[in-house]
């Protein structure tokens, strides 16, 4: 009877998406008027955002009414952007993940409900039941029950295949299925789904599948050309109340959720495509129940914070497969934005009006994008115009004061008159967390210095009792609050950081690169037995596999690291700490002591040679 019922769910299902897919309607408002004003609405609304550059398309009827740029690609530099400008589309790369698992689907080498690991074998999560039943939908939706956990992947060294094997232990925020939450390492394996399945890198497959058949020639899926290339615009963000350029930052790690660089003219084909149900130019690229279902609400996004902001006059938000999804003015809105890294994107449709919208910018977290869709749209809607410029920066400014009155209230609540509880050289060590990794602090000067991957190097600086405050030297991440926890050992044992993880410490690995080099001849006057009184110790130093290895009773064997003629680093397995050495005095070639240097406060220990020797 399960059976029956599930597959008569099916049949209703697919002939719903049959009857739900009529030819749009031919829009009616003229695309003349609607745009006679509005390039003069964007070159007005510009500085109120701080926004240097900008490109805009439209799309209307399978027809570009619009592909033009405005400012600056660089600010305080004069080259111009224009139409064909590249820009970072940051998550709106999704929507291209989510249609390259669809035309597998359509092949049938892929299904929606298929479980995650039928193609990734390995794919791992920290609850074994959702390790079990998380599909392949669920990759596409936000609805994997896990909080966001992005610095795993922001400015590390970790690429796919690690990321995924790490984000194991990232524990669940919530039940799956249960919550929409944003989550661009589940994109990450929707992405390896189409690597593993085609035998290419997800790279090869957007290139093949979509950039290629739509004529998206310039579009790339990586940073790495744009060095070479003429006409880019550069990231910027405000710092300090200065509109400054940043650096792009390689994010191919995270590929399959942001990483394509783009411009308008190529974006606005793929536009068309998703407006055609699928197909471009005469050429069904992907089946019209596939392109339905990934405009088809998935999850239930509460109409709350900065989505509430963004859909003033929306009363239902939702995610389908890459798509946002909304009601605007009785009228069905598909829609993505994307920010990374001083750019700001939105790639938006209306479906039933045959219209949609591709806004490109180089300024970091800009809502301009919305502002700017909202006015086109109801423009072609035959609303009346409303400066929704001026009603989004309103809105924003509303977040803004509330973060400075969270961070107000942060100050409030310092502690004043307090000192660290060590020294500063005691909180230096290694700490590790086994999903982000290791995080290392350090000192530089006078001051405290942590280290987490390329992006995360702060300069610390103390809060109170034994907190500090990070000022993150890449500017535009801001500061955050570093905790020390101090064991009872009275050492320096965790280290949490805000909005990230804690970190346990760990031991200090030896050094054990040798300083000079020692032929095994030369090793041979090393050798020997030696013994101390005080306490009895033995210790035997010999030629082992052309390096010099030291014993004592009841320990390891350890390898001892030439670092000068006279002083060997200790080193043995691998989580024993730093600060080991053997002093040798001689006269001529003959050893007539040897000191071994322990770490503080253990006192040194010295060796004369074995009257047997």
Do not use: C
Not at 577 to 602: C, H, M, R
């Amino acid at each position: 009877m399960r059976q029956l019922l599930h597959g008569m769910v099916l049949v209703v299902g697919w002939t719903a998406l049959a009857v739900a897919q009529p030819t749009a309607k031919p829009a009616t408002v003229s695309s003349a008027a609607v745009l006679g004003d509005f390039d003069r609405y964007v070159r007005e609304s510009m500085p109120k955002w701080k926004v240097p550059g900008i490109a805009i398309a439209v799309v209307r009827n399978d027809s570009v009414v619009l592909a033009r740029g405005y400012g600056v690609r660089t600010i305080g530099k004069s080259e111009s952007v224009d139409e064909r400008t590249l820009f970072a589309i940051g998550s709106a790369s999704k929507a291209f993940t989510a249609a390259a698992v669809g035309m597998l689907v359509d092949e049938g080498t892929v299904r929606f409900e298929d479980p995650a690991t039928k193609y990734l074998p390995g794919f791992q999560l920290y609850d074994p039941y959702v390790t079990r039943e998380i599909t392949v939908r669920d990759l596409l939706t936000h609805r994997s029950g896990l909080e966001r956990g992005d610095q795993m992947w922001y400015g590390t060294e970790y690429d796919r295949p690690e990321i995924l094997r790490r984000v194991r232990y990232l524990e669940p925020s919530w039940s799956l299925r249960s919550t929409f939450g944003y989550q661009n390492i589940m994109y990450i394996a929707a992405g390896e789904v189409t690597a593993e399945v085609t035998g290419k890198s997800w790279d090869d497959v957007i290139h093949d599948r979509i950039f290629q058949p739509l004529g998206m020639t310039s579009s790339l899926t990586s940073i790495v050309p744009l060095a070479k290339l003429p006409n880019v615009a550069t990231p910027h963000a405000e710092v300090d109340d200065t509109v400054r350029a940043i650096a792009y930052r390689n994010i191919d790690n995270v590929a399959a959720a942001g990483s394509i660089n783009s411009h308008v003219v190529d974006m606005a084909n793929w536009v068309r495509l998703q407006l055609g149900n699928g197909k471009f130019e005469g050429k069904q690229l992907l089946s019209t129940s596939t392109a339905a279902e990934m405009h088809t609400p998935q999850t239930i996004i509460r109409m709350e914070g900065i989505w509430g902001l963004a859909h003033p006059e929306s009363n239902f938000l939702s995610y389908g497969l890459g798509w946002f999804l909304a009601d605007y003015k009785g009228q069905k809105l598909v829609h993505h934005g994307g920010n990374i890294d001083g750019m700001s994107a939105l790639v938006a449709m209306l479906p039933d009006e045959n219209t949609g919208v591709v806004i490109l910018t180089n300024m970091n977290s800009s809502f301009l994008t919305y502002a700017l869709m909202y006015r086109l749209f109801d423009g072609y809607l035959g609303a009346e115009p409303k400066d929704w410029s001026a009603e989004l920066l309103e809105a924003i400014q509303g977040f803004e004061e509330a973060g400075e009155a969270a961070e107000k209230k942060q100050e409030e609540q310092r502690a004043k008159g307090t000192k660290p509880s060590l020294a500063l050289t005691e909180y230096v060590g290694t700490y590790a967390d086994s999903m982000y990794g290791e995080a290392k602090v350090a000192m530089e000067g006078d001051h405290l210095v942590m280290r987490y991957g390329s992006a995360f190097v702060g300069d610390l600086e103390h809060w109170h009792y034994d907190t500090f405050r990070a000022a993150w030297r890449d500017a535009h991440l801001g500061k955050a609050l570093v905790a020390f926890t101090i064991g009872i050992d009275g050492k320096a044992s965790e280290l949490k950081v805000e909005n990230m993880a804690e970190f346990t410490r760990i031991p200090e690995r030896p050094d054990s690169m040798a300083r000079i080099a020692i032929s095994e001849a030369e090793m041979a006057k090393y050798v020997g037995a030696f013994e101390s009184t005080a306490p009895p110790v033995k210790l035997d130093v010999q030629i082992i596999g052309g390096s010099l290895k030291a014993a004592m009773e009841g320990q390891p064997l350890f390898t001892l690291v030439p670092l000068s003629a006279t002083r060997f680093q200790v080193t043995g397995p691998p989580n024993m700490p730093a600060g080991f050495y053997l002093d040798y005095k001689l006269d001529g070639e003959t050893v007539t002591s040897v000191t071994l240097v322990q770490p503080d406060p253990q006192p040194a220990l010295t060796f004369t040679p074995s009257p047997e020797r």
